[in-house]
Nanobody, 121 residues
Framework: QVQLIESGGGSVQAGESLTLSCAAS????????VGWFRQAPGKARSFVAG????????YYTDSVKGRFTISRDNAKNTVALQMNDLKPEDTALYFC??????????????WGQGTQVAVSS
């Protein structure tokens, strides 16, 4: 049984940092594209950051470029999202995902339950 478990969310002030972590059981992240997504209240789930399968290329939605960094540790079977200079508009439930194929999308195969991030001004 595949499980993805996110951790590291919390409540912070604008400008502060958080690091989210996603641990997997039942699959090896090294065999999948991975990504982080978020869903704010009343909005659809949207892409935040991804890391491709074959070449480990990272890519981000424009609003987080230069502030967020996705990384994977295949030895520990974890994926992280370092979030710096957080803004109130980053407030959302954050999910990690693993996808068969080259990139993770909102149609990814496996999802965690999410970890809440709240940023106050």
């Amino acid at each position: 049984q595949v499980q993805l478990i996110e951790s590291g969310g919390g409540s912070v002030q604008a400008g502060e940092s958080l690091t989210l972590s996603c641990a997997a059981s039942g699959l090896n992240f090294s065999d999948y594209a991975v990504g982080w997504f978020r869903q704010a209240p009343g909005k659809a789930r949207s892409f935040v950051a991804g890391n491709t399968l074959r070449f480990g290329i990272t890519y981000y939605t424009d609003s987080v470029k230069g502030r967020f960094t996705i990384s994977r540790d295949n030895a520990k079977n974890t994926v992280a999202l370092q979030m710096n200079d957080l803004k109130p508009e980053d407030t959302a439930l954050y999910f990690c995902a693993a996808a068969n194929g080259e990139v993770a999308t909102t149609e990814s195969d496996y999802w965690g339950q999410g970890t809440q991030v709240a940023v106050s001004s």
